[in-house]
């Protein structure tokens, strides 16, 4: 499997792209080709869980590695698949759908800076169980990488999982849940819809990876830069691209590649970024 130096930090999605085009982290990616490209759908209630939802996934292989895009269902089109096989990734960096170029992307990176502890991911196991067990294994894992009280008393969730909730929870620490899609949380918090205008009340943000797919990573990043606020993402779309941010305003990524952990029963692994020597990001 090819690896490379851990790279500088990049500060936007632009820089980044401009990067991997000139060839700073391998091949040209006009000559790499998209082998496989395919969704994949579920639907979810867990049991004792009051509500449930629904995960549509844009997936890309590059040789060995798989690039992600979480999308909203029924988004893609029929010709979206077709669009992606046998294109090269150069190609696909421009196409007109954000959640091709973030999956191409992801593939192109993962394909040249795999999830391991020479490029700075540290592995965490999450056991074999039931959908709900895994969820709340890896949302230990994730709710790890936010510094603990006094340093961070309120977080901003920006992309709605209850496991995460109910972990900030456990901990004490409060929290605003901020998603497009609105509603209430299993508790009956209101959910916002703008997370712009709650960041001034938090004092942390944790964000899904889907920020990256709906345009709304780069204004969280760069608030995050210019206040010195920590930022850790949860990242199963562009779970190889948001660790590139590391030390621009990301201070932590779990990382969850494909396959998934709703996929399967068995044990699994997330990457974790950023992570402190004694296994949790800046806790106390």
């Not at 593939?107 to 895994?134: E, F, I, N, V």
């Not at 044990?267 to 990001?281: D, Q």
Request: net charge neutral; with cysteine.
């Amino acid at each position: 499997m090819p690896t490379t130096p851990v790279p500088a930090p990049a500060r936007t999605w632009a820089e980044l792209v401009r990067r991997v085009r000139d060839g700073e982290f391998g091949p040209d990616p006009a000559r790499l080709r998209i082998a496989l490209a395919f969704t994949t759908c579920q639907a979810v209630r867990h049991d004792g869980r009051a509500g449930g939802y629904r995960n549509e996934v844009l997936s890309l292989r590059l040789a060995e590695a798989v690039g992600s895009c979480a999308v909203e269902p029924g988004a893609l089109s029929l010709t979206t698949l077709d669009d992606c096989v046998g294109a090269d990734v150069a190609g696909l960096l421009d196409h007109p759908l954000r959640a091709v170029r973030v999956a191409a992307l992801d593939a192109y990176l993962m394909h040249r800076l795999p999830h391991t502890p020479q490029q700075g991911a540290q592995p965490y196991p999450l056991p074999a169980g039931s959908s709900l067990d895994k969820s709340r294994a890896r949302a230990r894992a994730v709710v790890e990488l936010l510094p603990s009280a006094p340093a961070v008393r309120r977080v901003l969730v920006v992309g709605v999982v209850n496991s995460l909730l109910e972990q900030l929870r456990e901990r004490g620490t409060a929290y605003v849940p901020c998603d497009l899609k609105g509603g209430t949380t299993e508790w009956g918090d209101r959910i916002r819809t703008d997370a712009m205008a709650e960041l001034p009340h938090c004092d942390a943000i944790l964000a899904s990876g889907m920020t990256l797919g709906n345009g709304t990573f780069e204004p969280l990043l760069e608030h995050a830069r210019a206040t010195a606020k920590p930022f850790v993402l949860f990242a199963q779309t562009g779970s190889a691209v948001l660790p590139r941010f590391l030390g621009a305003g990301v201070t932590a990524v779990s990382a969850e590649p494909y396959p998934f952990f709703w996929l399967d029963g068995g044990p699994g692994t997330v990457h974790r970024y950023g992570v402190a020597p004694h296994g949790a990001g800046g806790a106390g």
